[in-house]
Protein backbone atom coordinates (compact mmCIF):
# COMPACT_ATOMS: atom_id res chain seq x y z
CA UNK A 1 0.00 0.00 0.00
CA UNK A 2 1.46 3.27 -0.71
CA UNK A 3 1.96 5.97 2.06
CA UNK A 4 2.20 9.38 1.46
CA UNK A 5 3.71 11.91 4.05
CA UNK A 6 3.71 15.81 3.22
CA UNK A 7 6.01 18.11 5.00
CA UNK A 8 6.85 21.54 4.99
CA UNK A 9 3.92 23.90 5.27
CA UNK A 10 3.71 26.63 7.91
CA UNK A 11 2.50 30.54 8.51
CA UNK A 12 4.41 33.14 6.23
CA UNK A 13 4.02 36.28 5.56
CA UNK A 14 2.38 37.50 1.94
CA UNK A 15 5.68 37.31 -0.81
CA UNK A 16 7.44 34.65 1.26
CA UNK A 17 8.60 31.34 0.36
CA UNK A 18 7.96 27.78 1.34
CA UNK A 19 8.93 24.49 0.03
CA UNK A 20 6.63 21.36 0.26
CA UNK A 21 8.01 17.88 0.44
CA UNK A 22 5.95 14.54 -0.02
CA UNK A 23 7.59 11.24 0.63
CA UNK A 24 5.98 8.15 -1.35
CA UNK A 25 6.84 4.92 -0.15
CA UNK A 26 6.85 2.29 -2.74
CA UNK A 27 8.52 1.42 -5.58
CA UNK A 28 5.69 2.88 -7.74
CA UNK A 29 6.71 5.98 -7.89
CA UNK A 30 9.15 6.33 -10.86
CA UNK A 31 6.20 5.06 -13.01
CA UNK A 32 3.90 7.75 -11.70
CA UNK A 33 2.73 11.36 -12.84
CA UNK A 34 2.62 12.96 -9.46
CA UNK A 35 0.79 16.12 -8.45
CA UNK A 36 0.01 18.56 -5.92
CA UNK A 37 -3.11 19.43 -4.64
CA UNK A 38 -4.66 21.93 -1.92
CA UNK A 39 -8.63 22.64 -0.30
CA UNK A 40 -8.84 25.71 1.29
CA UNK A 41 -11.78 26.21 3.94
CA UNK A 42 -14.79 25.86 2.78
CA UNK A 43 -14.01 24.89 -0.91
CA UNK A 44 -12.86 21.32 -2.97
CA UNK A 45 -9.89 19.73 -3.37
CA UNK A 46 -8.01 21.53 -6.71
CA UNK A 47 -5.24 20.51 -8.52
CA UNK A 48 -2.42 23.19 -8.50
CA UNK A 49 0.35 21.35 -10.45
CA UNK A 50 1.63 18.22 -11.86
CA UNK A 51 5.04 16.23 -13.13
CA UNK A 52 5.28 13.18 -15.16
CA UNK A 53 7.84 10.52 -14.83
CA UNK A 54 9.98 12.77 -17.37
CA UNK A 55 9.88 16.10 -15.44
CA UNK A 56 7.20 17.64 -18.00
CA UNK A 57 4.88 19.94 -15.46
CA UNK A 58 2.32 21.82 -16.04
CA UNK A 59 0.23 24.49 -13.37
CA UNK A 60 -2.90 26.24 -12.88
CA UNK A 61 -3.15 29.31 -13.97
CA UNK A 62 -3.15 30.54 -10.15
CA UNK A 63 0.21 29.43 -9.35
CA UNK A 64 2.21 29.41 -12.81
CA UNK A 65 5.26 31.98 -12.40
CA UNK A 66 4.77 31.15 -8.59
CA UNK A 67 5.37 27.27 -8.10
CA UNK A 68 7.95 24.91 -8.73
CA UNK A 69 6.82 21.15 -8.86
CA UNK A 70 10.11 19.08 -8.91
CA UNK A 71 10.48 15.15 -8.25
CA UNK A 72 13.86 13.22 -7.19
CA UNK A 73 13.43 9.48 -8.21
CA UNK A 74 16.07 8.45 -5.99
CA UNK A 75 14.45 9.53 -3.03
CA UNK A 76 10.94 9.20 -4.05
CA UNK A 77 9.82 12.74 -3.24
CA UNK A 78 8.03 15.19 -4.86
CA UNK A 79 8.68 18.75 -3.86
CA UNK A 80 6.50 22.10 -4.35
CA UNK A 81 8.84 25.14 -4.62
CA UNK A 82 6.20 28.02 -3.67
CA UNK A 83 7.36 32.05 -3.85
CA UNK A 84 5.74 35.13 -4.06
CA UNK A 85 2.70 33.57 -1.69
CA UNK A 86 -0.16 35.48 -1.57
CA UNK A 87 -3.44 35.13 1.13
CA UNK A 88 -5.28 33.12 -1.51
CA UNK A 89 -2.77 30.30 -1.25
CA UNK A 90 -3.67 29.66 2.06
CA UNK A 91 -4.85 25.67 2.42
CA UNK A 92 -3.69 22.37 3.16
CA UNK A 93 -1.60 20.99 0.20
CA UNK A 94 -1.43 17.30 -0.11
CA UNK A 95 0.24 15.20 -2.96
CA UNK A 96 -1.07 12.23 -4.98
CA UNK A 97 -0.60 10.58 -8.21
CA UNK A 98 -2.10 12.23 -11.01
CA UNK A 99 -4.30 9.50 -12.62
CA UNK A 100 -7.09 7.01 -11.47
CA UNK A 101 -7.31 5.62 -9.10
CA UNK A 102 -5.44 7.96 -6.27
CA UNK A 103 -3.76 6.71 -3.77
CA UNK A 104 -5.20 7.12 -0.47
CA UNK A 105 -5.03 10.57 0.86
CA UNK A 106 -1.83 11.41 3.18
CA UNK A 107 -2.79 13.73 5.91
CA UNK A 108 -1.54 16.97 3.79
CA UNK A 109 0.59 20.14 5.17
CA UNK A 110 -0.88 23.38 6.50
CA UNK A 111 0.08 26.65 4.80
CA UNK A 112 -0.42 29.55 5.71
CA UNK A 113 -0.34 33.04 4.31
CA UNK A 114 -1.21 36.24 5.96
CA UNK A 115 -1.29 39.75 4.57
Known amino acids: QVQLVESGGGLVQAGGSLRLSCAVSGSIFRSNAMGWYRQAPGKQRELVATITPTRSTNYDDSVKRRFTISRDSTKNTVHLQMNSLKPEDTAVYYC?????????WGQGTQVTVSS
Open 96 to 104: NRHMSPLFS
